[in-house]
């Protein structure tokens, strides 16, 4: 499992002290920051008056496109892709020049998880089989690729891809066997697997 950072960044304008709504991008449905960012939503109201904050679905690189094109003026991202942002480097087309890093909350890891009966014991074994992992362009995805180009291979080399938002969506297809491999970046253990490995045998890729 490849471990990166979880980070809260904010628009890197001046705030005003007055009552004010605040948007601020989370995570896919099924995923820890959506109820991470409900935890912060209702710790900033209590200690801010007059402060409200809509909370929207995200994911990590959109997020920081979000909220440097003013989306949004909070949001959660990886440490590694905020600052692929600020470099103006892939998958970014330009440097995010209005974000700035607020704090670091915890690790994250980089899981791949395969039904138990599709005998994928490491990388190599993913050769022809079905994979579902985020949408093009977000960190889980990026790092999907990569390590398929690592080990020799594409994401032609696979039965079928599927590029799925929700990570609840995503163990769905596990759990009917649509699909045999599921990547994602989150938290170790994650409730999205926890959950697959209450109706699926399923085993962690090393």
């Not at 004010?20 to 939503?41: F, H, R, Y």
């Not at 909370?55 to 990886?78: H, L, S, T, W, Y």
Request: glycine share 10%.
């Amino acid at each position: 499992m490849g471990r990166l950072s979880v980070v809260v960044f904010a628009a890197a304008l001046a705030v005003p002290a007055t009552a004010q709504q605040v948007t601020m991008m989370t995570g896919p449905q099924g995923g820890s920051w959506i109820p991470l960012g409900g935890a912060l939503k209702n710790l900033w109201e209590g200690a801010i008056p007059g402060l409200q904050i809509q909370q929207q679905p995200g994911a990590g690189i959109a997020n920081v496109r979000g909220v440097d094109e003013g989306k949004a003026q909070i949001g959660f991202a990886n440490s590694s892709t905020t600052v692929d942002g600020i470099e103006g480097r892939a998958p970014y087309p330009k440097k995010t020049t209005k974000v700035c890093q607020v704090a670091n909350l915890y690790p994250q890891y980089f899981q791949v998880v395969a039904l138990a009966d599709a005998k994928v014991n490491s990388f190599a074994d993913l050769k022809g089989k079905t994979l579902v992992t985020q949408p093009k362009g977000n960190t889980s995805e990026i790092l999907t690729g990569e390590v398929l180009k690592i080990n020799g291979m594409t994401y032609q080399s696979l039965g079928r891809v599927n590029f799925q938002a929700s990570y609840t969506d995503a163990v769905d297809m596990m759990k009917d066997g649509h699909v045999q491999v599921f990547t994602l970046g989150t938290t170790a253990p994650a409730s999205a697997i926890m959950d697959l490995a209450s109706a699926r045998d399923i085993q962690m890729v090393p």
